[in-house]
Nanobody, 118 residues
Framework: QVQLVESGGGLVQAGDSLRLSCAASGRTFSPYRMGWFRQAPGKEREIIGSIRWNIGDTSYAASVKGRFTISRDNAKNTVYLQMNSLKPEDTAVYSC???????????WGQGTQVTVSS
């Protein structure tokens, strides 16, 4: 069993930066990939991006490309989401997930709130 715990959310102003962390715990942790998602009120959950755990390559949604960066620290079993130039429309609950294959997400964190004021 793997547990994912996000941290780092909060209230910031437009243009600010914020870094989220997602720490994984469990007997063994070696996912195929890790992903960051967000869900704004009244909207469906959307994927922000993902990173392949062993290789480290990343992919991003068009809405955040160039502003958000995903990285990981394999030794700490932690994945990060660096968010720059935040906009009010980035306000959402941000969650991380791990996947043991390219086709599904296996474990989810509980989410952390990010609120961007104008």
């Amino acid at each position: 069993q793997v547990q994912l715990v996000e941290s780092g959310g909060g209230l910031v102003q437009a243009g600010d930066s914020l870094r989220l962390s997602c720490a994984a715990s469990g007997r063994t942790f070696s996912p195929y990939r890790m992903g960051w998602f967000r869900q704004a009120p009244g909207k469906e959950r959307e994927i922000i991006g993902s990173i392949r755990w062993n290789i480290g390559d990343t992919s991003y949604a068009a809405s955040v490309k160039g502003r958000f960066t995903i990285s990981r620290d394999n030794a700490k079993n932690t994945v990060y989401l660096q968010m720059n130039s935040l906009k009010p429309e980035d306000t959402a609950v941000y969650s991380c997930a791990s996947g043991n294959s390219p086709y599904a997400w296996t474990y989810w964190g509980q989410g952390t709130q990010v609120t961007v004021s104008s």
